[in-house]
């Protein structure tokens, strides 16, 4: 059974930093991209980044490029995301998910791209 577990979440003044997790199992991490995505109250769900499998090449969106960072550790079976310069508007709740292709950038803002889904971490950024 596939299981995506986010954790790192909190409440951050504006200008601060997160970094989140994303640790799987249930599936072969190294064959996977993983993404990923927020939604905010009233919001669509947005694509933030996504990493591909085996050459780890990344993809932001245009919002976060410059502040965000996504990596992860195949050993680990774990994707971070570290979030850097917060904004009020990146206040969201995130969401890791895995894409069995080797290439996400095409795909990297859609969510019906994507196969599994975790549960969520809440990130709220206060001005």
């Known amino acids: 059974e596939v299981q995506l577990v986010e954790s790192g979440g909190g409440l951050v003044q504006a200008g601060g930093s997160l970094r989140l997790s994303c640790a799987a199992s249930?599936?072969?991490?190294?064959?996977?991209?993983i993404g990923w995505f927020r939604q905010a109250p009233g919001k669509e769900r947005e694509g933030v980044s996504c990493i591909t499998p085996s050459d780890g090449s990344t993809y932001y969106a245009d919002s976060v490029k410059g502040r965000f960072t996504i990596s992860r550790d195949d050993a680990r079976n774990t994707v971070y995301l570290q979030m850097n310069s917060l904004k009020p508007e990146d206040t969201a709740v995130y969401y890791c998910?895995?894409?069995?292709?080797?290439?996400?950038?095409?795909?990297?803002?859609?969510?019906?791209?994507?196969?599994?889904w975790g549960q969520g971490t809440q990130v709220t950024v206060s001005s």
């Open positions: 249930g599936f072969t991490f190294d064959d996977y991209s």
């Open positions: 998910a895995t894409l069995r292709r080797s290439f996400c950038g095409a795909t990297m803002g859609d969510p019906y791209e994507y196969d599994s």
